[in-house]
């Protein structure tokens, strides 16, 4: 039978609570987890909470390494047993079917990696200019517009994927040259991470099951346009850095940007201008293209900043 371990990171005492609530979604599932681990990073005091307040049967690991998700999430894996190693964000919720639904397309031996669908939950209610459904990946779920071939997708969300054990044992584990840094927005170690995969492994699939599904908090503050902004920013600035990881590889590092921009283009974008009358629909057009903007500057911020990088992608 296949062994599954569940990898949740945390790192600060304000989502404590969210922490439990996670843990407690993996523990109801309609298929129990080998094991579950929660990753903690850098937070001594946050690391005694959960070790004294924790589950039964629950390990709870101190990452005292590289600060940030991208080592966190190494710690998890190093200290792993299962066969396949499957991550939840410590502020999302798992339905309860979810790791049944996530490892089902384990069963085709190609696939090294699948990813499943993240969807919002507003915190404090809907917000009163919700975001266009296109620019969700802000708030890290899943995104109208997200590029697919059948269910073959270029790289996974964090907040929910699973990865077969063999793939960091072939390929290594997270780059720690990108990834968030508690509350700073350092992204890019799923994609980079992915690429690597596709490179080092021909053949090997990265897939994306629809079914298997959590819940991501957003907080409001995350839908404010200053976050927007940030966001894109940053995303931009990291996307540049995976490009650089991947100078050396055939791959198309940002193909999948380049078909989510023509989508917001050719698509997103027209469909929105045909209901412009509406203010909702005017407010979101303007989201979408100052979101863009931003995340065209900080791609070209990074490519300026980042001419010294080198790691190569063969880590």
Known sequence: MTK????ICA???ERLNDVYEAVNSVLQQTLLPYEVIVSVDHNKALLEKLRTGMAAGVTVLFNEGVRGLSETRNVGIR???GDIIAFLDDDAVADKDWLQKLIK?????????VG????????????IQPLPEELYWIVGCTYKGMPRRGNQVRNLIGCNMAFRAQAFKSVGLFSTDVGRTGKTQGIGDDSEICLRLSRKLPGALILYEPEAIV???????R????????????EGYYKSVVRKLCANSTTKPLSAEDTYLRYLLLVAIPQRLKRCYQR????????????????????????????????????
């Open 105 to 113: 397309p384990f069963d085709d031996p190609a696939a090294m990696a």
């Open 223 to 234: 839908v404010k346009l200053s976050y927007l902004i940030q966001r894109s920013h940053d």
């Open 4 to 7: 599954v371990s569940v990898v």
């Open 116 to 127: 499943g669908r993240i969807d919002p939950l507003w915190q404090g209610g809907q917000p």
């Open 79 to 81: 200290n792993a047993s």
């Open 280 to 315: 909702r629909s005017l407010l979101q057009i303007v989201a979408i293209f100052i979101c863009i903007g931003a995340t065209g500057v900080g791609y070209l911020t990074g490519r300026l900043k980042n001419r010294r990088l080198a790691v190569p992608l063969e880590q």
């Open 215 to 221: 819940h991501h908090k957003v907080p409001q503050w």
């Open 11 to 13: 790192y600060t005492l």
